[in-house]
Structures are given as structure tokens and as C-alpha cells.
């Protein structure tokens, strides 16, 4: 069941046209460190990555933000915003409106909320605000009960992470967690599996079992060439 467009913004609005046309979305990640991996840039740019992204096709970018963990920064997000013509999607641990404000001034089209770092009360209003302010909020799953909070909350875009977010994906996290969760999601939503491919096998099990898009990081950060591993993955079809 395709989303209803009312509801659709800069995000899920690329994404589902995509899925339309018998494409898996890919959504790369541009991060520029992590705590089990280390330097995922290796000295390369991660402006001219993610244009390099875009140009071969990535529907949508994602930029990590938070500094601590993962070496991200505003600054990143602006650059990154300003430099390509497709929708960013900020993801950090967002708790405030502040954040959200921060997101839209550097020219975010989406930005993460995760589940497990709020509780009902909060998400929901964190979700009401960012479609205030033109951001679709991706809210993000790792749980059957964070599921139910999404659904009870009529969110429109899903995340489910196949890693543990708050072990700072420390864990050894796989797309059964994906298998496992998708069916629960309510037909019209956009289901997107996060974290933990490596191959095209694993983005067509997130496929099988119900997610709609993929999100994908380290695997092609940590390829000797990034673009050719993009183009690897994202000429999957379902």
C-alpha cells in the first residue's frame, strides 16, 4: 500500500518513488567515525563523498552528527545540505526542540528520533514539532514495544535498527532483527532497515520481509571504493 501523499514530505516522497519504479532505496550513511570500526573516512572528504553519492543516484542522504561517538558535526550537515539537491536526513541523539531548530537552519529534510531514547509522551511531541518545521521525523525501532509507540503515534516513516543504538552499535546486530519486527509496521508507512548489510543478500532478506528501504553505512565507508560498492548494493530490485 503506497504512503498516502498528504502525509509525505521531502523524505519519504523520493524514497517511495523510487520504490515504485522497482528500485530498493538506498539511503548511504556519511559518518565519519564509530566506536566498534573506528575512522571510517580514512582521509577522504565527506562533502565530496556524499556528492559523489548523489551523483550515482543515492535518493537521500544520511549525515551523522553527534560528535562524541561518531565525529560528526553541524558544520558537516550544512556543508553536506548545501552541497547536493537531495533531501539530508540528520541523524544524532535528538531529545530537544533545539536540535530540531539546529536541523532546519542547516537545511536538514529529516531528521532521526529514536524510540528507545524517549518515551511516548515526548516522541510525540518531538514528532508534531518537526513537522512544523518541514522535517519528516524518521522514528527509529529496535523493539516490538518501540514498534507499538511508532504506530501508536501514526508515524509515517520507520525505522527498525538492526544494531543496538544504545550499545552504540556495539553489538553484533543483523537483519533478523528486520525479519523479526517489519510485518508488525501498519501497510502505508515506509519501512526503512538500518545497520548491518554487507551484501546484497542481506538487503534482499530487509526486501522479503517487509522493509521498503535500506540504510547503509560502514560497508561502503570501509570499501576500497565507495561508489562502485554504492552501485553495487542500490542496483538491487525487489
Known amino acids: 500500500m503506497k504512503a498516502d501523499p498528504a502525509v509525505c514530505t521531502r523524505c519519504t516522497a523520493v524514497l517511495w518513488e523510487h520504490y515504485y519504479q522497482g528500485v530498493i532505496p538506498l539511503i548511504p550513511d556519511i559518518k565519519c567515525k564509530s566506536p566498534k570500526e573506528g575512522d571510517l573516512l580514512k582521509g577522504r ?3 565530496a563523498l556524499a556528492k559523489d553519492l548523489s551523483a550515482a543516484g543515492a535518493p537521500l542522504i544520511s549525515v551523522v552528527t553527534e560528535k562524541e561517538h561518531f565525529g560528526g558535526s553541524l558544520q558537516l550537515l550544512r556543508q553536506i545540505a548545501q552541497a547536493v539537491a537531495v533531501p539530508i536526513l540528520r541523524k544524532d541523539f535528538i531529545t530537544t526542540r533545539k536540535q530540531l531548530l539546529e536541523s532546519a537552519d542547516c537545511g536538514a529534510g529529516g531528521v532521526l528520533l529514536i524510540a528507545s531514547m524517549l518515551g511516548k509522551k515526548q516522541l510525540f511531541h518531538l514528532v508534531e514539532e518537526a513537522l512544523a518545521l518541514d522535517l519528516e521525523p524518521l522514528v527509529e525501532t529496535h523493539k516490538k514495544a518501540e514498534i507499538k509507540a511508532a504506530e501508536e503515534i501514526k508515524a509515517t516513516f520507520i ?8 550499545e552504540l552499535e556495539m553489538d553484533r546486530g543483523n ?6 519486527l517489519a510485518g508488525l509496521v501498519r501497510p502505508g508507512a515506509f519501512v526503512l532497515s538500518e545497520s548491518s548489510f554487507s551484501s ?12 521498503h528501504g535500506v540504510l ?9 571504493e565507495p561508489i562502485k560498492m554504492y552501485h553495487e548494493l542500490s542496483g538491487l530490485r525487489g
Do not use: F, S
Open 45 to 47: 572528504d565527506p562533502v
Open 159 to 166: 525505522g527498525i535498527n538492526n544494531r543496538n543504538i544504545g
Open 175 to 180: 537483519v533478523n532483527t528486520t525479519e523479526k
Open 200 to 211: 546484497p543478500e542481506e538487503i534482499l532478506r530487509a526486501k522479503a520481509a517487509g522493509a
Open 216 to 224: 547503509v553505512g560502514t560497508a561502503i565507508l570501509q570499501a576500497e
